[in-house]
């Protein structure tokens, strides 16, 4: 892509509006060093220096959007405790709209600690409990979609299964995006598959792809483009969701972007090292969607998606990709 092109898609993301529909948690590193291994049990002593706390989750596009200047609302439920009010306070900082953050007293806020130590996770324990949302808080959702839709460019659903969406409020949404000719988009969960029908764009990674297409994970094979069970997965997807943009991203094979009546595009991988791929479908779904409601063509979308996610897991943690190091990466790329 040309400089003058990409610099003309970017320069449009401060102008729009996306609104977010999915499951928030915090993400919390607790970072350190080992030197030793504990003489209790062969595990390794984290010697704790530092600790910090993120959106995570649909939070987490949430925070990618911020980052390459788009405007946020986002549409979820937490527990009325301290996590929620940390991840609350998090969002308000980096100026989203979190009037659509449902608090329940009988819901408990997820959070994901990562223990880090040498640029290396160590290990990783979850705290939640994924309970559905009411038929209140469903209805109330649906009522900040409403007055949210007018100003909006794009909606992103982002489901980790953890009671936010459900297939009735999705149709419902999607109806409501749909009859205002929005872009709409969707990261599909392998473990709790929704049916995403006719949206923008769907983002599924192979693992998700392939549970989604269901049919049996096949290992890569070296070359993308003569991938047949990669193949055969795309053109059933393209049929059971009919979305405008199919793309399937391979880590470091890097992308495949399916689309009704075109052949099958590879985009290989932009990334130079890879720290951490945690949170980098969260960034590909994240600058996708942006470039598509910026106008810019699916090629062109899936590119920029692809140099974002080449920068995020080149550090480690739940990390974001700027408008600045987007230039860069096509620099450097294109040298």
């Not at 949210?148 to 297939?167: R, W």
């Not at 205002?180 to 006719?198: M, Q, S």
């Amino acid at each position: 892509m040309k400089t003058e092109k990409l610099k003309e898609i970017l320069g449009r993301f401060p102008e729009l509006r996306i609104v977010v529909v999915g499951d928030v948690m915090l993400d919390r590193f607790i970072w350190g060093r080992v030197s030793r291994i504990s003489p209790e049990a062969p595990v390794p002593v984290v010697e704790v220096t530092e600790q910090s706390e993120f959106p995570g989750g649909a939070a987490n596009v949430v925070r990618n959007l911020r980052e390459l200047g788009a405007k946020v609302d986002i549409l979820s439920a937490v527990g009325n405790d301290p996590a929620g009010e940390t991840l609350r306070r998090l969002l308000e900082r980096i100026g989203v709209n979190i009037a659509g953050i449902l608090e329940h007293p009988a819901r408990r806020t997820t959070v994901k600690t990562r223990i880090i130590a040498h640029h290396q996770q160590v290990v990783r324990f979850d705290e939640e409990r994924p309970d559905s949302i009411s038929a209140f808080q469903h209805d109330e959702l649906l009522k900040h979609l409403r007055s949210a839709i007018p100003t909006a460019n794009a909606i992103i659903f982002e489901d980790y299964a953890k009671g936010v969406l459900s297939q009735e409020l999705l149709g419902k949404m999607l109806a409501i995006a749909h009859a205002n000719k929005k872009v709409t988009a969707a990261d599909p969960n392998p473990r709790r598959l929704l049916e995403y029908h006719g949206l923008t764009a769907v983002t599924p990674n192979r693992i998700e792809a392939f549970a989604a297409a269901g049919i049996p994970y096949a290992e890569p094979a070296e070359e993308v483009l003569a991938d047949q069970p990669l193949l055969r997965v795309g053109e059933i997807l393209l049929k059971k969701w009919s979305p405008s943009n199919l793309l399937v991203t391979l880590g470091e094979h890097g992308m495949c972007l399916f689309r009704p009546k075109e052949k099958p595009h590879h985009i290989p991988t932009v990334a130079q090292e890879v720290f951490d791929v945690s949170g980098a479908g969260d960034t590909v779904i994240a600058s996708l969607t942006l470039a598509l409601a910026a106008e810019a063509d699916p090629l062109e979308a899936a590119e920029i998606s692809n140099h974002a996610a080449g920068v995020v897991v080149g550090k480690v943690g739940t990390a974001t990709c700027s408008p600045d190091e987007l230039m860069q990466s096509f620099a450097r790329n294109r040298d």
